[in-house]
Structure formats: structure tokens, C-alpha cells
């Protein structure tokens, strides 16, 4: 079975700075996709960036990036030029490519952006 | 697209009492999943649908849960019996058949058994 760790229950991060989210998983499979999600206060959840395992090359999303290392099962957010509105709980999961399509979420980590 | 819609919002019940919250996917998805979530915790996943059909149980839903998805529109999760256990938030998504189509979650069904 799929696991996802998120190591970090909370951090904080001066307004501007740049902050980096840790998420390591655990799957014997080769083939999955990777996502972060957000959460703000309101807690309708959103996604904020997506790797596919098979692609070497990290995702960017504006501000947003990974750092995905696959044999180290690791899979890292960077928040770059933090912003308020980037303050909220930060959910990295796993998807599946086995025939199941559930998602796994790892426990969060809650995100301060202080300015 | 107008998103993902969970009604209600909130629901208070008293122990022993049924209960049963509603999803209205997006139009043109036809995967809708169902995810529990308690304070300070990530979604745990409970059930999913490829259209009316439901393809998948996790172990966290007993008997006492059923969740239907007539002809592969909107979703009802029932929770008979409720436990002050039974508390948290329960979040509803949808994507679209692309494989791995990110989820669009609605704002949950926050329920309190008192």
C-alpha cells in the first residue's frame, strides 16, 4: 500500500522569502503522479502543482516548484516570494496508475506567511 | 464549469441519528470521490465512483455508510446510526476519465455529532 509523509506539521516564513514543504512517499509501483494540494482557511481544497513520475524534469508553476528525486521516494514543494495569501495547509498526495485511481494525502503541513 | 457543490455545509445531529449529504460534480466529470477529514489531518479517502458505478471501498467505511451515485450525476453519502466518531469534515471531488485528472473539490459537509 501507497504511504505519504509529511514530516513538517507546521512552518513559517518571512513575506518574500522563499520556504520549502518536505513530502516522501512509499510505493513499490514506477508509475504514479504527484501533487501538491492547498488549503487555505475557507477549506475548499485546490491543486497547486503536479509531477508525473515518468518526467524527469521537475514541475513549475509560477512561484511554485518541486524538487521530485524518485529513488529517494522524495517529493519536496518551493515557494518562491512567499505572499500572504499563501498561508494555508499545504497536502502533498500520490496518485495511483495501477487501476485504482484513489489519492493519498499525506497529514499537511500549516503554512504561516508573516509579513 | 461551476465547480463542485456539497450540501449542506454544516449538519448537526445527535447520536443515533441518520444523516445524508449530497455532491453535485462537475458536469462533464465522471469520477467523484469521497474523502473524510478530521481537524489538523489529511483527506483519508472513503469511496469512489467511475460514473454510477462504485469502484472502490476503503476499510474506514463500516455498514454504516452507503454511498450511491445514481446514473453517474450527483453522489449521496448516508451515515446511519451516527458516532461522535463520525465527526469531521466530509469533502467531495471530481475529475474527469484523463488519467490522473487533478481533483476539483467542493467546500465539505462539516458534521458534528453531538
Known amino acids: 500500500a501507497q504511504t505519504v509523509t509529511q514530516s513538517q506539521p507546521e512552518m513559517s516564513v518571512q513575506e518574500a522569502e522563499t520556504v520549502t514543504l518536505s513530502c516522501t512517499y512509499d510505493?513499490?509501483?514506477?508509475?504514479?503522479?504527484l501533487f501538491w494540494y492547498k488549503q487555505p482557511p475557507s477549506r475548499q481544497m485546490i491543486l497547486v502543482i503536479r509531477?508525473?513520475?515518468?518526467?524527469?524534469q521537475n514541475a513549475t508553476e509560477n512561484r511554485f516548484s518541486v524538487n521530485f528525486q524518485k529513488a529517494a521516494k522524495s517529493f519536496s514543494l518551493k515557494i518562491s516570494d512567499s505572499q500572504l495569501g499563501d498561508t494555508a495547509m499545504y497536502f502533498c498526495?500520490?496518485?495511483?496508475?495501477?487501476?485504482?485511481?484513489?489519492?493519498?494525502f499525506g497529514t499537511g503541513t500549516r503554512l504561516k506567511v508573516l509579513a | 464549469d461551476t465547480g463542485v457543490s456539497q450540501d449542506p455545509r454544516h449538519k448537526i445531529t445527535k447520536r443515533g441519528q441518520n444523516v445524508t449529504f449530497r455532491c453535485d460534480p462537475i458536469?462533464?466529470?465522471?469520477?467523484l470521490y469521497w474523502y473524510r477529514q478530521t481537524l489538523g489531518q489529511g483527506p483519508e479517502f472513503l469511496t469512489y465512483?467511475?460514473?454510477?458505478?462504485?469502484?472502490?471501498k476503503s476499510r474506514l467505511l463500516s455498514d454504516r455508510f452507503s454511498a450511491e451515485r445514481p446514473k453517474g450525476s450527483f453522489s449521496t453519502l448516508e451515515i446511519q446510526r451516527t458516532e461522535q466518531g463520525d465527526s469531521a469534515m466530509y469533502l467531495c471531488?471530481?475529475?474527469?476519465?484523463?488519467?490522473?485528472?487533478?481533483?476539483?473539490f467542493g467546500s465539505g459537509t462539516q458534521l458534528s455529532v453531538l
Open positions: 509531477q508525473e513520475a515518468y518526467k524527469q
Open positions: 465512483f467511475q460514473n454510477e458505478a462504485q469502484l472502490e
Open positions: 458536469s462533464e466529470h465522471n469520477r
Open positions: 498526495a500520490f496518485g495511483s496508475n495501477s487501476g485504482t485511481y484513489k489519492y493519498i
Open positions: 510505493t513499490s509501483e514506477n508509475n504514479y503522479y
Open positions: 471531488a471530481s475529475s474527469s476519465s484523463e488519467y490522473n485528472e487533478k481533483l476539483f
